[in-house]
């Protein structure tokens, strides 16, 4: 079983930046698949990011976020810029072992809680 446990969320300005983190309980961290997901009140979850042997992004946040990991600290991270109200979500992380393409269909190995983010206009 692997813990994820995410961070970093908060309320911003629109236009203003935010890292989301989240941390791995497993050794073979570097085995897995991580992304990052987001649901907004009364919509479906939705995929964001994920990192792999590449990095994959919606294309609705494509060049304002950026996924990265740490392997050495088993976390991935999400630098998310130029925030906009429509971006406020619960954000989730998420993990698979192996390749992202169960990830990317939203259904992972595992998740965490997720971290409130809120973009005031």
């Known amino acids: 079983q692997v813990q994820l446990v995410e961070s970093g969320g908060g309320l911003v300005q629109a236009g203003g930046s935010l890292r989301l983190s989240c941390a791995a309980s497993t050794r073979t961290f570097r085995d897995y698949a991580m992304g990052w997901f987001r649901q907004a009140p009364g919509k479906e979850r939705e995929f964001v990011a994920a990192i792999s042997w590449s990095t994959r992004y919606a294309d609705s946040v494509k060049g304002r976020f950026t996924i990265s990991r740490d392997n050495a600290k088993n976390t991935v991270y999400l630098q998310m810029n130029s925030l906009k109200p429509e971006d406020t979500a619960v954000y989730y992380c998420?993990?698979?072992?192996?390749?992202?393409?169960?990830?990317?269909?939203?259904?992972?190995?595992?998740w965490g809680q997720g971290t409130q983010v809120t973009v005031s206009s």
């Open positions: 998420a993990a698979q072992l192996g390749g992202d393409r169960q990830l990317r269909l939203g259904v992972p190995d595992y």
